[in-house]
């Protein structure tokens, strides 16, 4: 599992309040990436690192911001959570080519 | 950008018998295919993977074949087992920071 996990696993908030989503790897791997999970879509890339303060948005990152202050956390902000934010969100790092994938967290957004 | 397109959504095989899972890309510059397979409430986790230099690659019961001419790619499971029921997905990489455009999932039962 590259030594990844997430938290909370499972947030239940209301629209309009902000919230973060931290993403932790064990390991050294340059590159971590947020996606989001629906019914439907597949996974898609919010935001992604290519290192220490070093981020670029990937296809839905509107309503989301990211940072990355030590090379082992990544963390996913939503600046004011709305309805369709909704989702299940995962947390991936690199190696090489090859993607692995945290746990996820479920978040609902009321 | 990657658009990668995967079907069929839903599939139903006996147990024993052949599954295959298709997906189309859009960038001939992508260079990287894996997939992943997604059991319920589980991380997606990889399954097998696909280089475009590569046409086809085996592991056990599983094989993946490419066709860069006509930008797709496949998923072969054969002899399935009832344990091999859940959520498939493709993917393709882009780019020199090898963003991973997925498709949008093929859910396979195994039926007993």
């Known amino acids: 599992d590259a030594g990844i996990t997430q938290s909370p696993r499972h947030k239940v908030t209301e629209t309009g309040t902000p919230v973060t989503l931290r993403c932790h790897q064990t390991?050294?791997?340059?590159?971590m990436y947020w996606y989001r999970q629906d019914p439907g879509h597949g996974l898609r890339l919010i935001h992604y690192?290519?290192?220490?303060?070093?981020?670029d948005k990937g296809e839905v990152s509107d309503g989301y911001s990211v940072s990355r202050s030590k090379t082992e956390d990544f963390l996913l902000t939503l600046e004011s959570a709305t309805s369709s934010q909704t989702s299940v969100y995962f947390c991936?790092?690199?190696?090489?080519?090859?993607?692995?994938f945290g746990p996820g967290t479920r978040l609902l957004v009321l | 950008g990657e658009n990668v397109e995967q079907h069929p959504s839903t599939l139903s095989v006996q147990e024993g018998d052949s599954a295959v899972i298709k997906c189309t890309y859009s960038?001939?510059?992508?260079?990287?295919f894996p997939w992943y397979k997604q059991e319920l409430g589980k991380r997606p986790q990889l399954i097998i993977d696909?280089?475009?230099?590569?046409g086809e690659k085996k592991d056990q019961r599983i094989a993946v074949t490419l066709n860069k001419t006509a930008k797709h790619f496949s998923l072969h499971i054969t002899e399935t087992q009832p344990e091999d029921s859940a959520v498939y997905f493709c993917?393709?990489?882009?780019?020199?920071?090898?963003?991973?455009?997925f498709g949008t999932g093929t859910r396979l039962t195994i039926i007993p």
């Open positions: 991936a790092n690199r190696q090489e080519s090859r993607y692995y």
């Open positions: 390991e050294n791997h340059r590159y």
């Open positions: 690192s290519y290192g220490v303060k070093d981020t």
């Open positions: 960038d001939s510059a992508s260079n990287y």
């Open positions: 696909i280089r475009s230099n590569v």
């Open positions: 993917a393709a990489t882009l780019g020199s920071d090898e963003k991973l455009t």
